[in-house]
């Protein structure tokens, strides 16, 4: 099949299963740009230092365009800027910081269709991961997969991570970093927005099932740890299927859902999706008062490959807890990055159907509020 596929900027709001990148001499390497014109080319809000260290300063950003999933003949995947470990063309932002005799870089995306990791993805492995205030959202800091200091938190469902790539930089500059995060593009979220501006506001009105990369053109996608508990195979988008507020409850297996009072009121639907051939449904709810905050809850059918085993084995990321605790009239099984801050999960079988719950960090919940909300979600 030919590359068919606009060139404004606009895939995400048209690309489909059907289109491949197929020609070599038609695929985009990265580009400069800034924090607000890459705005145009990103399916997800981009976000910019509001607040640097005195001594440094943007040296430039580039925009990696999306393109559809494709290695044609010819091109390499780091022509493209894109990792050798999949097909998949996603967009990304990234921003170099430079100050005296050191540096950093700020990379953005959307970190889809899956948890992100207990809330520390590229900081995966740290032993006492720190959290840290960063606007409405928690943030951490660590070391990163390459073995650099590193900090990281999801603002508005864009994964912000940020390495140091030469000298030093102490924990309170890249907590103000992290904190000092402020959207590129600054519109009136009341006002009516145009999807072909690029405007930020269009991003944060859109489900996330449209806006994910992998979903949208249903390629398989790279495995990755989702949390403290071991969880399933990544999720085959070839078979999944965007699922209606409405279609929810007659979903199958039956899936379960924040209740409509204490703690799981805060939380509103933002996607759901379901996989037939594989025996699972899997939503994600977003706190409506900063949209940061998230909740992924899948149900799985007793044979299927997408729920975790129960009780489930740790995953390779040191936490504060794992433990069993009766809830819900059931054994489940509850872990927490940290209790204070998260990320938090719980995994039980029920009913025959094995749920796991998965809460990304925050600064309105702490373990005791998780356990409650688990014990008050309710058939959808």
């Keep these: 099949m030919t ?77 493209v800027g894109q990792t050798p470990y999949s097909e998949g063309n996603p967009s990304a932002v990234r921003t170099v910081v430079a100050g005296d005799g050191r540096e950093l870089r700020v990379k953005q995306f959307l970190y889809d269709w899956a948890p992100p990791a207990a809330s520390v993805a590229p900081l995966w492995g740290t032993e006492d991961p720190t959290p840290v205030e960063a606007g409405d959202a928690v943030g951490f800091l660590g070391t990163d ?75 398989e996608a790279v495995g990755v740890p989702h949390g403290l508990w071991a969880h399933g195979i990544a999720r085959p988008y070839d078979e999944s299927v965007p699922c209606s507020p409405v279609a929810l409850g007659d979903a199958d297996p039956q899936l379960l859902v924040p209740g409509d009072d204490g703690v799981g009121a805060a939380y509103a639907l933002d996607s759901a999706v379901t996989f037939p051939d594989s025996g699972a449904v899997e939503a994600v709810y977003r706190r409506e008062d900063n949209g940061s905050d998230h909740l992924w809850i899948t149900a799985a059918a007793p044979d299927s490959e997408l729920g975790p085993d129960v009780p489930p084995e740790p995953a390779d990321q040191p936490a504060e807890t794992r433990e069993t605790v009766e809830l819900r009239g059931e054994s489940v099984h509850y872990a927490a990055l940290t209790e204070a801050s998260g990320a938090w999960e719980a995994v039980w079988t029920e009913d025959g159907v094995t749920y796991a719950v998965v809460a990304g960090a925050s600064r309105y919940l702490d373990g005791d509020a998780v356990r409650r909300l688990v014990d008050g979600l309710e058939p959808a």
């Design 145 to 219: 997969y390459k073995g650099n200091r590193g900090a990281c938190v999801q603002r508005a469902r864009t994964q912000v991570e940020v390495s140091v790539l030469d000298g030093e930089f102490d924990d309170a500059e890249l907590e103000g970093l992290l904190d000092g995060l402020e959207p590129a593009v600054d519109a009136d979220p009341d006002a009516d927005a145009d999807p072909a501006d690029g405007e930020s506001p269009a991003v944060r009105q859109v489900p996330f099932h449209r806006l994910s990369y992998w979903a949208r053109y249903r390629c």
């Design 3 to 79: 590359d068919e596929r606009p060139t404004d900027g606009t895939d995400w709001r048209t690309a489909g299963p059907g289109v491949r990148l197929t020609d070599a001499d038609a695929a985009e390497p990265p580009r400069e740009t800034t924090p607000a014109d890459g705005q145009a080319g990103a399916n997800f809000v981009v976000f910019e230092p509001g607040w640097l260290p005195g001594d440094c300063a943007i040296r430039g950003t580039t925009l990696r365009p999306e393109q559809p999933p494709g290695r044609p003949d010819g091109l390499d995947a780091e022509d």
